[in-house]
Every structure is written in structure tokens, then in C-alpha cells.
T-cell receptor, first 112, second 111 residues
Framework: KAGVTQTPRYLIKTRGQQVTLSCSPISGHRSVSWYQQTPGQGLQFLFEYFSETQRNKGNFPGRFSGRQFSNSRSEMNVSTLELGDSALYLC???????????FGPGTRLLVL | SQKIEQNSEALNIQEGKTATLTCNYTNYSPAYLQWYRQDPGRGPVFLLLIRENEKEKRKERLKVTFDTTLKQSLFHITASQPADSATYLCALDNQGGKLIFGQGTELSVKP
């Protein structure tokens, strides 16, 4: 099976812009979670989607949003970018029959 | 508040020795705990999962223990190799798909 894929891999934006990141889960996995990773805060949970519904949400401002499509692909959006949003954004998919999450390679976002 | 701490930010050991990494947590009763490996610029890769009713789990050169009384997990890599050099993350399940991660321990195995 192909692994989790994320696009784009690298992105440079300026403050105030918005960005959309995409994630394609492993075939058959219906749960998709998003995480933000920074040197200072480590890996932090953003949200989880299952069957097009948000099931869990982390402690991030409303500028961070996401959605999931009927084919389980997911997107996350960050509006009004701030310098502190520079991070590695990771997507993980999961088969609900097991607890293991499979991570994609991440999207490296740099906000200038 | 819930807190997860990994013993140190960096661990340096000699090839062939056993590396032991620690994960402590507070204000938490996880159903299971997971260990991941992360290489620079890449996403975490799952290594082992241990449930609250399991004391020990092994996979090849890897061993993990879980003490719910001490609220601690130990992760061991025996006969370590330079290729084991990476950052190791412990993660606790909070609610289904939400994992809470420790800060990670950067392991360096010298030849």
C-alpha cells in the first residue's frame, strides 16, 4: 500500500496570507489527524477527521481549520498567517481497528 | 494539566551498548502508549505500542515497558547501531485519534 502523501512539501508565504495543505491517507484509512511540529513546542495535535466529520480538536485558534472529503483525503487551512505559524505540518492516517497512526512526510511552511 | 516528559533532549552512546529512553507522564490515564522514531525532515515512524494492561513488549532489538503505577515507560534499544541515531518520541492516546507527544530524545550512536 502506498503511504500517506502530503502536498506541497515546502511552502513559503508572507504574513497575512492564507495557505491550504493537502493530505491523502493510506488506502482504506478513514481517520486523518493533523499535527504541527515546531522546535519549541514539539508535536502538537491540531484536529482529527473521520468520515468527513471533525472528531477532535486541539488548542489552536480558529485560523486553523480543516475538512475531509468523501474519499478520506483531507485539507487543512491556515488563514491570516503569522510568523509563528512557521512549522512542519504533519498528517497521519489511521485504521480505526488499530491505534497506530501512520505519518506522512510533512509540509514545511515558512512564513516571512 | 496533562504533561509528558522524556528524560533528556539528547543521549550519546557507543555502538553495541543498550540505549534506554524514559517517558514520564502526569495527570493522565492512557489506554496505551506508543513510541515513534523521527529522522530529520521526515514524519514520525511507528515503532511499538504497549497497552495499559501489558508490562513489556518486544520487537527485534526493541523493548518497551509500561508502569502505570509509576506513570512511566522505558524504551530500550539493545546492540545499538549508528543507524539507530534519530529522535525518539513517546506518545499517549488521549481520545482516539488524538496523540499527545513528548518533546523527544535525540539519540546519537557513535561507532
Amino acid at each position: 500500500k502506498a503511504g500517506v502523501t502530503q502536498t506541497p512539501r515546502y511552502l513559503i508565504k508572507t504574513r497575512g496570507q492564507q495557505v491550504t495543505l493537502s493530505c491523502s491517507p493510506i488506502s482504506g484509512h478513514r481517520s486523518v489527524s493533523w499535527y504541527q511540529q515546531t522546535p519549541g513546542q514539539g508535536l502538537q495535535f491540531l484536529f482529527e477527521y473521520f468520515s468527513e466529520t471533525q472528531r477532535n480538536k486541539g488548542n489552536f485558534p480558529g485560523r486553523f481549520s480543516g475538512r475531509q472529503f468523501s474519499n478520506s483525503r483531507s485539507e487543512m487551512n491556515v488563514s491570516t498567517l503569522e510568523l509563528g505559524d512557521s512549522a512542519l505540518y504533519l498528517c497521519a492516517s489511521r485504521d480505526l481497528a488499530e491505534e497506530t497512526q501512520y505519518f506522512g512526510p510533512g509540509t514545511r511552511l515558512l512564513v516571512l | 494539566s496533562q504533561k509528558i516528559e522524556q528524560n533528556s533532549e539528547a543521549l550519546n552512546i557507543q555502538e553495541g551498548k543498550t540505549a534506554t529512553l524514559t517517558c514520564n507522564y502526569t495527570n493522565y490515564s492512557p489506554a496505551y502508549l506508543q513510541w515513534y522514531r523521527q529522522d530529520p525532515g521526515r514524519g514520525p515512524v511507528f515503532l511499538l505500542l504497549i497497552r495499559e494492561n501489558e508490562k513489556e513488549k518486544r520487537k527485534e532489538r526493541l523493548k518497551v515497558t509500561f508502569d502505570t503505577t509509576l506513570k512511566q515507560s522505558l524504551f530500550h534499544i539493545t546492540a545499538s547501531q549508528p543507524a539507530d541515531s534519530a529522535t525518539y518520541l513517546c506518545a499517549l492516546d488521549n481520545q482516539g485519534g488524538k496523540l499527545i507527544f513528548g518533546q523527544g530524545t535525540e539519540l546519537s550512536v557513535k561507532p
